[in-house]
């Protein structure tokens, strides 16, 4: 089965730090580029950053720019989203995808999608 298992969300402090992973089974993990994306409630779905299939290129949207790192690790099957100075605008439910297409920022372009993990920002 395919199986994308996001996880280490919680609550945090504005101002403070969450690693997100994304560990991934049941399809061939290293020809896929992976996104993270989070919703918020009341609000659609966005991209939030993706890397490459290598790990060589990292797309960023704007809001994370600076603050969030994305990497992978093939040999372990997963992708990891480094979260700094967070702000409560970042709270939202956190999900990773996996995509062979090139329209990366596009949701309906990924084939496999994990559960979500819940980031709160809050004092």
């Known amino acids: 089965d395919v199986q994308l298992q996001a996880s280490g969300g919680g609550l945090v402090q504005p101002g403070g730090s969450l690693r997100l992973s994304c560990a991934a089974s049941g399809f061939p993990f290293d020809d896929y580029a992976i996104g993270w994306f989070r919703q918020a409630p009341g609000k659609e779905r966005e991209g939030v950053s993706v890397i490459s299939v290598s790990g060589e290129r990292t797309f960023y949207a704007h809001s994370v720019k600076g603050r969030f790192t994305i990497s992978r690790d093939n040999s372990k099957n997963t992708v990891y989203l480094q979260m700094n100075s967070l702000k409560p605008e970042d709270t939202a439910v956190y999900y990773c995808?996996?995509?062979?297409?090139?329209?990366?920022?596009?949701?309906?372009?990924?084939?496999?999608w994990g559960q979500g993990t819940q980031v709160t920002v809050s004092s």
């Open positions: 995808a996996a995509t062979l297409q090139s329209a990366i920022w596009n949701p309906s372009s990924y084939e496999h």
